[in-house]
């Protein structure tokens, strides 16, 4: 099925969303990739605030290549999720309502995922290009001295993504394996 989704979105919206479901997102998404994790679980360890409100709100994994002319990113493709997965049940559980990455998630994340009412999501990898059509605009809010790790807010227009797993635990990776041996 195919979704047009505004985002942020709440833990209802992310509750009509169906692992294999096409999603396009407009609105406003957060990136953050392993170095930007590290110093936000970090602050939470140490009582401190993180630089964004995770309440209802997607993290891209992903770091940007250096913009073009006139484009606000560059090749902005997603960054393999897993490395992310020691941080993630924090954040959900912080009210994170979505993340975009590519590749598999650890059961911990799954769990997380399904007691939080939230979604993963995949970009493709290898269409960064084509991506980075979709966004619009590209701030730096956080760790600027990370580079292209620093926490980023962009706006986006028609963002594409696949529901992976979705907020009952229904895992795409798994159902697909599934249904094509059954074939």
């Not at 509750?15 to 609105?27: E, I, R």
């Amino acid at each position: 099925m195919e979704k047009h989704i505004t985002v942020p979105f709440t833990r209802e919206t992310a509750s009509s969303l169906k692992a294999g479901d096409y999603v396009y997102l407009t609105g406003t998404i957060y990136t953050a990739r392993d170095a930007a994790h590290k110093r936000m679980y970090e602050a939470l360890q140490a009582g401190e605030d993180l630089p964004m409100n995770m309440e209802d709100n997607i993290i891209y994994y992903m770091g940007p290549s250096p913009a073009r002319e006139g484009r606000p990113i560059g090749s902005a493709g997603p960054t393999t999720a897993s490395r992310m997965d020691k941080y993630a049940p924090s954040l959900l559980d912080l009210g994170l309502k979505g993340m975009i990455g590519k590749g598999k998630r650890s059961e911990a994340v799954k769990d997380a995922i399904v007691r939080n009412g939230a979604v993963y999501l995949a970009a493709v990898g290898g269409a960064g290009a084509l991506l980075s059509k979709s966004i619009t605009s590209s701030e730096v809010i956080a760790y600027d001295d990370l580079g292209t790790e620093a926490i980023r807010r962009l706006e986006v227009q028609n963002f594409p993504v696949i529901v992976v797993i979705d907020s009952e635990g229904n895992n795409l990776y798994e159902t697909a394996i599934e249904a094509y041996r059954e074939e």
